[in-house]
């Protein structure tokens, strides 16, 4: 299929002056287990999500926030065996995170000042922004033509929550609990839209099975930052999180993460990269 190309302002960590993290960290939450070489780490992610969070069929994981993830376990002193993935749904993050389910959560993950009465982020580290997927032969074109439509999004969403309150209220809205269920609907005729992140969005357009069948309205709905979600309270994880996300951008091994995961689907226009590290 011809899938445009769509540019994203990527957002650098922005990461804040680092206090002092003396206080250290609680090592009795359940998200770490064991110690010396046997430790592991539980960290939240998408496991639907091409491009960004994918359980491949062989167990592996793959995509943007899985990098990023990896990267920063690897910071907080855990090598990518020492990782245990966890599939975080949009709705289960909140709840994963007080459970002390997962250390810290990649997934797609916006920071909005509702979740930050729950979690703390680190970050962000990815800007993206709403968008709608359509059938190729859709003759939708804009956030008007929603009223009435079907529309599929993902319970727990920031996507969800905005069609109700502002993009579309008179859409009837779908809410499922995973993203490739939305995209299965919208091939079936089911739904006529999907709607969340363009990142995801154009991850599954670019899908070889989904060739020819889909198309981006491009409509920048929203600003949605990516951050690291961790347990309310953790600031010394959130600190070290902000730490490695500093230095993942500037020894350029972000920058490679995106082009290795984005490479078809999302083009990142450097010009555009509003995050800045702050020291
Ligand atoms: N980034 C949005 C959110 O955090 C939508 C993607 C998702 O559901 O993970 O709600």
Known sequence: ?????ISVAAAAALVLSLTATACGDDNNDSSRTGSGSGKKIRVGIKYDQPGLGLKEPDGSFSGFDVDVATYVAKEL?????????????????????????????A????????????????????LAHQDLLLNQDSDIVDGTDLNGKKLCSVAGSTSAQSVKSKIAPKAQLKEYSSYSECIAALKSGAVDAVTTDDSILAGFAAQEQYKGQFKLAYLKLSNENYGIGVKKGDTATVDKINEALKKMVSDRAWDQALKDNFGLAYSYDPSSKIGVVKD
């Open 1 to 5: 299929m011809k899938l445009r190309k």
């Open 77 to 105: 002193g855990y090598e990518p065996d020492q990782i245990e993935f966890i599939e975080t749904k949009s709705s289960d993050r909140e709840n994963a995170l007080a459970r002390g389910d997962v250390k810290f959560i």
């Open 107 to 126: 997934a797609t993950y916006s920071i909005t000042d509702e979740r930050k009465q729950k979690v703390d982020f680190a970050g962000p580290y990815l």
